[in-house]
């Protein structure tokens, strides 16, 4: 073995130990992707349906119990996606966290995502591809003018100032993103590939709020989709009312780390 592969399978161990030694007891196993398309949600659960056009930003407030679907209802897209508490705009999505508490940067049905307060503010509770990137962030008028001719062309980074401006916040507020319909791999060496394969028209993502919200998306191409066109579809967005988790809800249980996370959002009145 060389000294190089020594080191990866080292850290590799030391990785296992501590999370074994972090989760305390095994997870939940996570089901399969959700079916394409999606179940078609009743008209008396619906509140608010909406198109955000290639290229483009949408905000919205979602109120704990409510539920938003992000779906590629007109082909291929990547969403970013940034959130604040609505009580106080200081507590906000952290990715890092979502992806180290939880042990995993494989964002699927089954998983939640956290504030910088350990609370939790949003689960996934439908999912049908899996295909999400909580690594890599959205796309800058840099990594655009690298990647395209002919621009300048919308960015998810100028999207999201516009978008926090919207809603009486700054560029200082803006969270790092986490990036849906993204089929970022992470290869053995840690070096980021594009998986194309990884999602189709039809996907889609529910995303459950578990505490009030404020939320942003950005509509705008992955910075490592290699399509040299810039073209984003359409995506469609549906706020609803979600179904009331039940007492084995999966978010909720699946991990000993999301037990404590929903037991700091009971701990805040949430």
């Known amino acids: ?32 992707p959700s079916p394409r398309g999606g179940a078609p949600l009743d008209a008396g659960v619906v509140l608010h349906r909406e198109t955000i056009p290639g290229g483009w930003y949408w905000t919205t407030t979602l109120r704990a119990g409510e539920a938003l679907r992000i779906a590629l209802d007109h082909g291929p897209s990547s969403v970013a996606l940034v959130a604040w508490s609505a009580a106080d705009t200081a507590e906000r999505l952290n990715y890092a966290d979502t992806v180290k508490v939880q042990w995993t940067a494989a964002l699927a049905k089954g998983r939640v995502l956290f504030s910088d307060m350990g609370r939790v503010m949003l689960s996934l509770i439908e999912d ?74 039809g996907d889609f993502v529910d995303l459950r709020a578990e505490m009030d919200l404020i939320v942003a998306l950005s509509n705008c191409p992955h910075p490592l989709d290699p399509d040299p066109d810039y073209a984003p579809k359409p995506v469609s967005v549906t706020r609803f009312r979600a179904p009331v988790p039940a007492e084995d809800d999966l978010c909720r249980t699946a991990t000993i780390e999301a037990v404590r996370g929903f037991e700091n959002n009971a701990a805040a009145g949430l």
């Not at 999370?19 to 089901?31: D, E, I, T």
């Not at 009486?168 to 053995?188: K, S």
Request: with cysteine; hydrophobic share 40%.
């Open 1 to 32: 073995m060389s000294d190089r592969a020594g080191v990866i399978a080292e850290n590799r161990r030391r990785y296992e130990d501590l999370k074994r030694a972090g989760q305390g007891h095994a997870p939940r196993a996570l089901p399969g």
């Open 128 to 201: 049908s591809c899996g295909a999400h990137d909580a690594l890599t962030g959205g796309s800058t008028a840099a990594s655009n003018a690298a990647r395209y001719a002919g621009g300048p062309h919308r960015n998810t980074r100028d999207n999201l100032v516009l978008a926090a401006l919207k809603c009486g916040l700054d560029r200082r507020d803006i969270p790092a993103c986490i990036a849906f319909f993204a089929p970022v791999q992470v290869g053995p060496e840690g070096r980021f590939a594009w998986n194309a394969a990884g999602r189709a028209a």
